[in-house]
Structure formats: C-alpha cells, structure tokens
C-alpha cells in the first residue's frame, strides 16, 4: 500500500509537468507546420 501511495505522488508531480510538456510540445508542432506552410506557399 505505501508503494501505490507513492506512486500516487508521484503521478500528482508528474501530471503538471506533462501537461506543460504536452503544451510546449504543441506550441512546438504548430510553428513547425507554421514553417512548412510558409515554405510551401513560396514553392508554389
């Protein structure tokens, strides 16, 4: 039981970070395509 407590914890920390991470990564994917896009348009 103090095992799954702990991992409970854990998970609680953990959640925040992964949620910012996910949102960082989000921002990340969208200027990408923002990127590609923008190549694309000067292509053709």
């Excluded at 991992?7 to 590609?36: F, V």
């Amino acid at each position: 039981m103090s095992t799954q407590r702990f991992w409970l914890a854990i998970a609680k920390l953990e959640c925040p970070m992964r949620t910012l991470y996910y949102q960082n990564y989000g921002d990340i994917l969208r200027s990408k395509h923002n990127l590609e896009s923008a190549l694309a348009g000067n292509l053709f």
